[in-house]
């Protein structure tokens, strides 16, 4: 099982770094009703995530079994499709952020500047029209949202490749089990945390909140675009690895 555990730590901490729940977490808590909606927030986040993993850790074991614990060349080539899908995922960011500076200021951008130009929330104009209607959701719309931003893009190719992880172990029900409880527990718990602390004293909570959610509007484009790079990387390395 230790192998498992070894191949879904780096993915689930590719979806707990993702920037729009966490954007979205910390504006539903600053919200009027945000003790219960956070609550049912996080509620629909860990449904949408521990369905996605249930999902295709099953369709996986679908798959004919590898002939070795070593070797598994069908299980490492989806493995190196959802690498390379991750990094040009990352690769697609670098170019929009191209040429949305390019139409703006008719510059080229250094290599520092076109990551820190990304960005995973709405376009500008979008931007104030969004984060007003999500300061206004109640418990009910809340967990709606939850369980949708966990089928985002990034995330259905990083809980497919953990998917496949898990699948390719081979391990009976109680172990395959864990793994994927593991993986939810970690990709939600950047979600989780906050969400409880708030819930419990969200007076004291207030302050590190509008902190964290102002670190994210400067640093969340950079963190995105190095973890699609970094987990594209991983995954298509352990692709290899298997043949």
Excluded: C
Excluded at 70 to 75: A, I
Excluded at 171 to 179: G, V
């Amino acid at each position: 099982m230790a192998p498992i555990i070894g191949h879904i730590l780096p993915l689930a901490l590719g979806v707990a770094l993702s920037s729009v729940p966490i954007v979205v977490m910390v504006l539903i808590l600053l919200s009027p009703r945000g003790r219960w909606s956070g609550l049912a927030y996080l509620i629909g986040a860990v449904v949408g995530l521990a369905g996605l993993t249930v999902l295709f850790t099953a369709v996986a074991s679908l798959l004919p079994p590898p002939p070795s614990a070593d070797e598994s060349p069908l299980f490492g080539s989806i493995e190196l499709v959802l690498g390379a899908a991750l990094l040009l995922l990352a690769i697609i960011r670098l170019v929009r952020a191209r040429r949305a500076r390019r139409a703006i200021t008719g510059s080229p951008l250094s290599a520092l500047d076109e990551l820190a130009s990304l960005d995973d929330a709405p376009p500008p104009g979008a931007t104030q029209r969004w984060m007003n209607k999500v300061t206004t959701l109640g418990p009910l719309p809340s967990l709606g949202v939850g369980f949708v931003l966990m089928l985002r893009p990034k995330n259905l190719l990083l809980t497919m490749a953990a998917g496949v992880a898990i699948a390719a172990g081979g391990e009976p029900l109680a172990p395959t089990t864990i793994a994927i409880a593991i993986f939810v527990v970690l990709g939600i718990s950047t979600l989780a945390a906050p969400i409880i602390f708030a819930v419990s004293d969200p007076e004291r909570t207030r302050r590190p909140l509008q902190e964290i959610h102002e670190w994210i509007d400067r640093n969340s484009a950079v963190v995105t675009t190095i973890v699609l790079l970094v987990l594209g990387t991983v995954i298509v390395g352990s692709g290899l690895a298997r043949y």
